[in-house]
């Protein structure tokens, strides 16, 4: 299986940066595509950003111009860098990947959708 950790969340000032990041081990054949996801309370959880094996990138509108997702293929790990944080960005940040895994016993790579626990932000006013 897939095992996602993510680092870098806290309370910052409106106004300030943070930078997440999050790890991805296992059992790992391949990661087409990583992405953060955010959930504020009483919300539903929705795409921030995510980047795919090619480099290709997807922002919320809500973030253009001040989030930005990178990866790294070699360490398996994903950056949102956030900038010019506001209150509303304050939420629970999760990391997520896809792609295909290996397990003893599978004769092909099975798929696999893998979330992290969730780190939290809150950019205070």
């Known amino acids: 299986q897939v095992q996602l950790v993510e680092s870098g969340g806290g309370t910052v000032q409106a106004g300030g940066s943070l930078t997440l990041s999050c790890s991805a081990s296992?059992?790992?054949?391949?990661?087409?595509?990583m992405g953060w996801y955010r959930q504020a309370p009483g919300k539903q959880r929705e795409l921030v950003a995510s980047?795919?094996?090619?480099?290709?990138?997807n922002y919320a509108d809500s973030v253009k111009g001040r989030f930005t997702i990178s990866r790294d293929n070699v360490d398996n790990t994903v950056y949102l860098q956030m900038n010019s944080l506001k209150p509303e960005d304050t939420a629970v940040y999760y990391c997520?990947?896809?792609?295909?895994?290996?397990?003893?016993?599978?004769?092909?790579?099975?798929?696999?959708?893998?979330w992290g626990r969730g780190t939290q932000v809150i950019a205070s006013s």
């Open positions: 980047i795919n094996n090619v480099g290709s990138t």
């Open positions: 997520n990947a896809r792609g295909y895994h290996s397990s003893p016993g599978l004769l092909t790579p099975r798929q696999y959708d893998a």
């Open positions: 296992g059992s790992i054949v391949t990661i087409n595509a």
